[in-house]
């Protein structure tokens, strides 16, 4: 039973579209993370949450929106896709201990 | 501003050779202190934390780490590594202050000849 699964798995996608990438976790924490792996393997944080209440906003174009209907779940929308949003984007949960992290989502933008 | 640093970019070593993997990170105040291991391909596993007690602290496969407040240090080592091993290894710290803040390095390339 997958703790922290996310999708889609692989997203294609031209320039300009909107795209969204859901997350759920099943491990009952409170705070949830979206983070970037760029091509050369670096992972920035990009926005947390705490029982759905957003923590962390790290100077993410508002082109990226994250929305957490409930503690379990928090999805990100991407509106206008651009070429450097090509990345593999990570979501995490965590209970004040390490993070859980899910598959990761491989967003490539032609 | 609080920051991770590992300084080794890409690291190779020949099967059964030593291993050490520096991380330094700036915080003042205390920290959860982690290393992480993303095979090709695949997502983040935890390989090893550190949050109090014994400085020295032993994880999955033959890890540890040892974390020395006074370098505001916590590197990785492994006495006999495997081609098994390589990897992309990433030093992690949670700001106590704030538990809902992860930070990483960038990362280090570790790749092990047969």
């Known amino acids: 039973d997958t703790a922290v699964s996310q999708t889609p798995k692989y997203l294609v996608t031209q320039m300009g579209n909107d795209k969204s990438i859901k997350c759920e976790q099943n491990?009952?924490?409170?705070?949830m993370y979206w983070y970037k792996q760029d091509s050369k393997k670096f992972l920035k944080i990009m926005f947390s949450?705490?029982?759905?209440?957003?923590?962390i906003n790290e100077t993410v174009p508002n082109r990226f929106s994250p929305k957490s209907p409930d503690k379990a779940h928090l999805n990100l929308h991407i509106n206008s896709l651009e070429l450097g949003d090509s990345a593999v984007y990570f979501c995490?949960?965590?209970?004040?201990?390490?993070?859980?992290f899910g598959q990761g989502t491989r967003l490539t933008v032609v | 501003a609080q920051s991770v640093s590992q300084h080794n970019h890409h690291v190779i070593l020949s099967e059964a050779a030593s291993l050490e993997l520096g991380c330094n990170y700036s915080y003042g105040g205390t920290v959860n202190l982690f290393w992480y291991v993303q095979y090709p391909g695949q997502h983040l596993q935890l390989l090893l934390k550190?949050?109090?007690?014994?400085?020295l602290v032993k994880g999955i496969k033959g890890f540890e780490a040892e974390f020395i407040k006074s370098k505001f240090s916590f590197n990785l080592r492994k006495p006999s590594v495997q081609w098994s091993d390589t990897a992309e290894y990433f030093c992690a710290v949670n700001l106590y202050s704030s538990a809902s803040k992860i930070i990483f390095g960038s990362g280090t390339r570790l790749s092990i000849r047969p």
């Open positions: 949450y705490n029982n759905k209440e957003l923590i």
């Open positions: 995490a949960s965590s209970q004040k201990t390490e993070a859980f």
């Open positions: 550190y949050f109090s007690g014994d400085p």
């Open positions: 491990l009952g924490h409170d705070t």
